[in-house]
Antibody, heavy 122, light 108 residues
């Protein structure tokens, strides 16, 4: 059974940093592209970033480019999102999501975690 | 980027009725690379359909999708109590991937 478990969310001041993690199990982690998708409170879904199965290719939404860094540790089956220079507009539930392919992006998401909440406020 | 507009915003129906949800793209979605998701309150999205009309694993056949180009439709043939939720479309034919704003299917 595919499981994705996010962690690392919390309250952070504007301009601060946070690192999200997503622990994956139930599939061969290194064989699939992984992504972060966020959802502001009461709002819709927004793609944030994708990383290929090897970790060699990364993609970002314009709104986070230069501030966020996606990475993965395949031996540890873990996906990360380093978030810097956070602003109120980054407040959202951040979902880790798996794609059913190795590299092609964009793609759809066949499994999602339950999300971790990031709140940016002073 | 491709903007997806879903309509209606809210659909009020009774169990057993047919639901028809629309997703219109601002430009053609290549290769019908369109997916549909269901999201219930407090839960993560669940993949229903991909490639406009292919059902994901475990999805009942009362869910069907159609369309191409700029106009896509999700149909739920007979609503079950567990189908009342918010539905999102997503295009993945062009970067960046984008989602519609959602259609809420509520109990009438």
């Amino acid at each position: 059974e595919v499981q994705l478990l996010e962690s690392g969310g919390g309250l952070v001041q504007p301009g601060g940093s946070l690192r999200l993690s997503c622990a994956a199990s139930g599939f061969t982690f290194s064989s699939y592209a992984m992504s972060w998708v966020r959802q502001a409170p009461g709002k819709g879904l927004v793609w944030v970033s994708t990383i290929s199965g090897s970790g060699g290719d990364t993609y970002y939404a314009d709104s986070v480019k230069g501030r966020f860094t996606i990475s993965r540790d395949n031996p540890k089956n873990t996906l990360y999102l380093q978030m810097n220079s956070l602003g109120a507009e980054d407040t959202a539930l951040y979902y880790c999501a798996k794609s059913p392919n190795y590299q092609r992006t964009p793609y759809y998401f066949d499994y999602w975690g339950q999300g971790t909440l990031v709140t940016v406020s002073s | 980027e491709i903007v997806l507009t879903q309509s209606p915003g809210t659909l009020s129906l009774s169990p057993g009725e047919r639901a028809t949800l629309s997703c219109r793209a601002s430009q053609s979605v290549s290769s019908s690379y369109l997916a549909w998701y269901q999201q219930k309150p407090g839960q993560a999205p669940r993949l229903l359909l991909y490639g406009a009309s292919s059902r994901a694993t475990g999805i009942p056949d009362r869910f069907s999708g159609s369309g191409s180009g700029t106009d896509f439709t999700l149909t739920i043939s007979r609503l079950e109590p567990e189908d009342f939720a918010v539905y999102y479309c997503q295009q993945y034919g062009s970067s960046p991937a984008t989602f519609g704003q959602g259609t809420k299917v509520e109990i009438k």
